[in-house]
Nanobody, 124 residues
Framework: VQLQASGGGLVQAGDSLRLSCTAS????????TGWFRQAPGKEREFVSG????????LYADSVKGRFTISRDYAKNTVYLQMNSLKPEDTAVYYC??????????????????WGQGTQVTVSS
């Protein structure tokens, strides 16, 4: 499966963006999906994840209450709605998928597929 992340851009603090992660090659309805981000000079960090069923979600403490993850099975897409953006949210955002009727996890090492990343820049 190939993942395509999109929706990044340059916004001001307090604005919103919606990132999309679209799968091609096969349906990933049985895959958990996670969003990670990496800022310059920093390690990749977990942002949010959703289980294969959509029934379980995870969020990093830094984004709880501001970001919402969801999935649209018909469009083979997972979304990350980001509200009240802050300059510290600036990073390249990556989506990742984990096979096998699975649940999202904070550990990037357990994901099987990765998208190419989309840049999010939040100015103050």
């Amino acid at each position: 499966v190939q993942l395509q992340a999109s929706g990044g851009g340059l916004v001001q603090a307090g604005d919103s963006l919606r990132l999309s992660c679209t799968a091609s090659g096969r349906t990933f309805s049985s895959y958990a999906t996670g969003w990670f981000r990496q800022a310059p000079g920093k390690e990749r960090e977990f942002v949010s994840g959703v289980s294969w069923s959509g029934g379980t979600t995870l969020y990093a403490d830094s984004v709880k209450g501001r970001f919402t993850i969801s999935r649209d099975y018909a469009k083979n897409t997972v979304y990350l709605q980001m509200n009240s953006l802050k300059p510290e949210d600036t990073a390249v955002y990556y989506c990742a998928a984990r096979r096998g009727f699975s649940y999202a996890n904070y550990n990037p090492g357990i994901y099987d597929y990765w998208g190419q990343g989309t840049q999010v820049t939040v100015s103050s």
